[in-house]
């Protein structure tokens, strides 16, 4: 059974700070996605990586994956306010069409 | 465009009773997916479909039936409900499988008391 799982939970932070936040999964995989949700709201695709060493960069949020540690990261760069969500980290499991299997997601507060 | 619409936004049901979550992609998607958000966790895949006519259970289904007559439309049928299927339900829709997306729909919010 695949899991993921993300740290932290929780995170509190100030602004122009640097963070990233941590997405292990428990089987192979190499596909990798990236949502943001905000508070009562639908989720918003962030990023695909799709092979190991993957990287790609949004502003100021960049993730990368590596397949052979079963890790990818959300780093954040000098946060602002804006930033502030839950941010979940989700894994295919196959290459067919299984649906993705999620991470608890990270609450990110970014304080002026 | 449109994308993924969900119907109805909001939703309280009684112990016992069915209702019917509606979902509706306009972007030739074939493959389309239910979830549900259970307060303070990821999503949890309860069914998915890879084209019309073809249906597959997921991680919790128990609970929950679909069917998919045509691309665009994915129902989700609670039947006999129960307090634990209060949850925010999603739908998605990808093109295919593999690297492809999902768009995700803005949910449904539905309470069982």
């Known amino acids: 059974e695949l899991k993921v799982e993300q740290n932290p939970l929780f995170l509190s932070m100030q602004e122009g700070k640097n963070y990233t936040i941590y997405c292990n999964y428990s089987?192979?995989?190499?596909?990798l996605y990236w949502y943001r949700q905000d508070p009562g709201k639908s989720l918003e695709s962030l990023f695909v990586?799709?092979?190991?060493?993957a990287v790609k960069q949004e502003g100021r949020l960049m993730a990368s994956l590596d397949t052979k540690a079963r890790l990818s990261t959300l780093h954040i760069t000098a946060a602002v306010h804006d930033l502030s969500a839950t941010y979940f980290c989700?894994?295919?499991?196959?290459?067919?069409?299984?649906?993705?299997?999620f991470g608890k997601g990270t609450h990110l507060i970014i304080q002026p | 465009n449109a994308g993924v619409t969900q119907t109805p936004k909001f939703r309280i049901l009684k112990i016992g009773q069915s209702m019917t979550l509606q979902c509706t992609q306009d972007?030739?998607?074939?493959?389309m997916y239910w979830y549900r958000q259970d307060p303070g966790m990821g999503l949890k895949l309860i069914y998915y479909s890879v084209g019309a006519g073809i249906t597959d259970k997921g991680e919790v289904p128990n609970g929950y039936n679909v069917s998919r007559s045509t691309t665009e439309d994915f129902p989700l049928r609670l039947e006999l409900a129960a307090p634990s299927q209060t949850s925010v339900y999603f739908c998605a829709s990808s093109y295919a499988g593999g690297p492809y997306e999902q768009y995700f729909g803005p949910g449904t919010r539905l309470t069982v008391t």
């Open positions: 990586l799709l092979s190991n060493g």
């Open positions: 989700a894994v295919a499991p196959g290459g067919g069409a299984d649906g993705l299997t």
């Open positions: 972007m030739n998607h074939n493959y």
């Open positions: 089987t192979t995989s190499d596909r």
